[in-house]
C-alpha cells in the first residue's frame, strides 16, 4: 500500500477540527491506521521557540518572510513524521488552510513547495454559512479571530480560499472536495469525509 494523504481546509471557525476528528474516528472504526497533523501546531512550536509569537492567533500577523519560513519547516515536519510514524500504510490528515488573512494580503497555505511535500490525494474544503461561522467563533473560547468574523468578509474569503484550494489541487493533480459542515450535522460532514477517503 501507499499512505494516504488528505489536508482539510476551511475558514476559521468553520469546524475542521470538528469534523477532522469525526472523520478519524470513525475510519479508527473501520480499521485504518489515522494520524492528523495540524499544520498550525507545528508552526507554533517553531515561532514559540523563536520567542516570535505567544498564542497561535498571532502568527499570521508575523512579517511574511517569517510566516513563508515556519511554514516550509511544518511541511516537512509532517510529512518526516507522518511517513516515521505510518510507513506505507494508513492515512495522514492535514489540519490546514488553504488561504490565510495576512496583512501583506490573502497568502497561500499551500503554495508549490507545500503541496509537492504533502502531495495529497484529496483537499477537503470544509464550508457553512457564514452567520453560522460568526456564531461558531463566538461559541469558541480563547480564540481570537476578529479578522475572520465579519459576514460580507468570510462571504469573499471562502471563495478566494476555495479558489486558493483548486490552485493548490492542479499542481499536484489532487481531487477538491467541499463539505457542507451543516448546523448541528458534523457527522453527515464526516461520513462524506470518510467516504471519499476510503475511494483513494
Ligand atoms: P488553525 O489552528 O487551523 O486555527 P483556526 O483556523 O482557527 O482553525 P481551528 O481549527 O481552530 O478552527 P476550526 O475552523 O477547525 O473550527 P473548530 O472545529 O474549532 O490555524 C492557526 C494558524 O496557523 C493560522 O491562523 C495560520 O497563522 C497558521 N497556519 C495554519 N496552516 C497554515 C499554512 N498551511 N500556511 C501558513 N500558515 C498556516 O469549530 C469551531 C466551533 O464550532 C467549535 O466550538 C465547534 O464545536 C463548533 N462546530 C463545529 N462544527 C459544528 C456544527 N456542524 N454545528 C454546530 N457547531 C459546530
Redesign the pocket.
Known amino acids: 500500500g501507499m499512505m494516504r494523504v488528505v489536508i482539510a481546509t ?12 469525526k472523520a478519524v474516528e470513525m475510519l479508527k472504526e473501520k480499521g485504518y491506521k489515522v494520524k492528523v497533523a ?4 507545528y ?2 512550536k517553531v515561532a514559540k521557540e523563536r520567542g516570535w509569537v505567544q498564542h ?2 498571532e ?2 500577523k508575523l512579517n511574511l518572510s517569517q ?1 513563508r519560513e ?2 516550509a519547516l ?2 516537512k515536519a509532517i510529512i518526516e513524521e507522518a511517513k516515521a510514524e505510518l510507513g506505507d500504510e494508513g492515512v495522514l490528515i492535514v ?3 488553504a488561504a ?1 488573512n495576512t496583512p501583506t494580503g490573502v ?4 503554495p508549490k513547495h ?1 503541496i509537492e511535500n504533502l502531495n495529497p490525494a484529496i483537499i477537503f474544503v ?1 464550508e ?1 454559512s457564514p452567520e ?1 461561522i460568526v456564531e ?2 463566538r ?2 473560547k480563547g ?1 481570537v ?1 476578529s479578522d ?1 468574523s465579519d459576514v460580507d468578509f468570510l462571504k469573499r474569503f471562502m471563495e478566494l480560499a476555495r479558489n486558493a484550494a483548486i490552485a493548490s489541487a492542479v499542481l499536484v493533480g489532487a481531487a477538491v472536495n467541499v463539505i457542507y ?6 457527522e453527515e ?1 464526516a461520513a462524506k469525509f470518510v467516504e471519499a477517503v476510503e475511494k483513494i
Do not use: C
Open positions: 476551511g475558514v476559521p471557525g468553520v469546524g475542521k477540527t470538528t469534523v477532522t476528528s495540524n499544520f498550525g501546531d508552526m507554533l497561535r492567533d502568527m499570521r510566516q515556519l511554514q511544518a511541511a489540519d490546514t488552510h490565510i497568502w497561500p497555505g499551500l507545500v470544509i457553512a453560522e461558531r467563533q461559541g469558541d480564540r479571530r475572520y459542515n451543516r448546523q448541528g450535522a458534523v460532514a
